[in-house]
């Protein structure tokens, strides 16, 4: 196997310039000849003498430099078949699945139209490389110019069944063009300017200026934890695992509590915080209970002396005190009420303390699978179930029967992604039966006629005989949070819409014309006073 060198190189075109080393041989080639003079100064640099030039598509940013430096050189010009009229000094035509060698090493073309009709991409298997061009510029701030979105996602199936351990290189970086772009915008912007002068920079030093990861490896497969599992620990379904402070159980052990709170409610639970809080502390986090719902906070404050401070202390065993011991300099917080309840105070306590103590490694990214949500949840209002998710989830193995039996007890074929605390993806499988459809929609209290004249497309299509789906989406605003540190969602959103539902970047909603309306067979009635 030959071992290539790679010289990689900014040009003045804002691409990146890519030399490929074949020590042996001295065989050298260029991807693409976007630039000649820069070209023909990195071959001077290293001492390489080109033989070919790989061109992955006709583009003048990409072809420009062909006919000087096929002068001054006279390497053999090598590019995809169906631009072959558009790409100047040409020799030699490739198509999908032609080889072809540099030195010692060789290189299998693959086809990835999009950006252009006849773009292709050069992968050398021994050495796990891939040059695309600009393959991966169309999906960034690029275009189909040519292509459509059909033959971006063929390509995009072609890279990705590359193994995973292939290195990529790209045509383009984006950084240097948006900040010239932007301060064309806003010249005057100070963090703008600076930023340009590092990119310029580290392009004259020939390094990336867009990283293409974190430098972060995250250990795979990513735990997984019941819905159940996750209320209980943390009090949510998004879990934030950068720090301890789990939630604990203290249910039976209150059962014969002589403390009437305890003994009363259906779900006791606490937290053990590392911290004797004061009476003033202890009164906002109260408040701040009270704002997620509960009727109080009871506490047991252990102070570093080992000494307890509790207005519940005198109504408790010696086995509940037992059961609630701290270490000392700690302050035990209980919640006791619905489990639902319970939940959402302890869980936002939790959030809020593991902030103000300093608890959150910033520096962790931990990810977890949730599963097995609920399938129904009760509406007290209604006095009906129904669906958590929607209406169409199937439920999880094990929980069919009970759709029927026992709704509440079932659970969902339904799962999320979450990092940090912040659900970046979900999804679900969906019914497939008819009968296990109806069965869903009987427990949502939908009579047959209401599920024939709401869902009737549906069944039939069921009835012909649909296959087992599911899948799964992510949320890119949602990826943008975590990566960059961000509490608000709306921050993240081009254009976010206030509590109002208005946009108040495009002024929407707004009044349209009567003719729009028209066009679109809507008519708009005054509301009744």
Sequence with gaps: ????????????????GVLIHDPKTEATASIDAPDAEELLAALHEKG??????????????????????KRMTGCTIIGPAREAGSIPGLDVEVKDGDTIEIGGAKARVIETPGHTKGHVSYYFPEEKLVFVGDTLFSVGCGKLLEGDAKMMWTSLKKLMALPPDTKLYCGHEYTNNNCRFALTVEPENAALQQRAKEVDQLRA?????????????????????????????????KPDLRFGLEIEDATEATRASQFGVFA???????????????????????????????????????????????PIGKFLSDEELTAFRAEPGSTVLFAADEPAAVARVLGALRLHLGRELG???????????ITDFPLFEWDE????????????????????ELVVSDPGAAAAQAYDLVVNGIEIGGGSFRIHEQELQAQVFAALQLTEEEQRRKFGFLL????????PHGGIAFGIERMLMALGREPNLRDMIAFPKNQAGVDPMSGAPSEVEEELLEELGIQLRAQPD
């Design 359 to 369: 608890l959150v490694d910033e520096d962790a990214w931990r990810f977890v699978w």
């Design 460 to 467: 039939d299509a069921l009835a012909m005989g649909a296959p």
């Design 381 to 400: 209002e209604a006095r009906r179930w129904k669906a958590v998710h929607h209406p169409f989830t199937r439920p999880a193995p094990g929980s069919e």
């Design 1 to 16: 196997m030959a071992k290539l060198e790679i010289h990689q190189f900014p040009t003045r075109s804002d691409n990146y």
């Design 264 to 310: 009363n409610a259906k779900t006791v639970r606490f937290i053990r915080a590392p911290l004797a809080f004061s009476r003033a502390a202890l009164d906002r986090l109260e408040a701040f209970a009270k704002e997620w719902g509960a009727k109080g906070l009871a506490y047991i404050v252990v102070a570093e002396d080992g000494e307890t401070r509790s």
């Design 48 to 69: 390489w003498v080109l033989t070919q030039i790989l061109t992955t598509h006709h583009h003048h940013d990409h072809t420009a430099g062909n006919t000087i430096v």
């Design 205 to 237: 030093a020939g390094k990336p200026t867009l990283p293409t990861t974190i430098g972060i490896e995250l250990e795979t497969p990513f735990p997984r934890m019941t819905h159940a599992e996750a209320q209980s620990r943390y009090g949510s379904d």
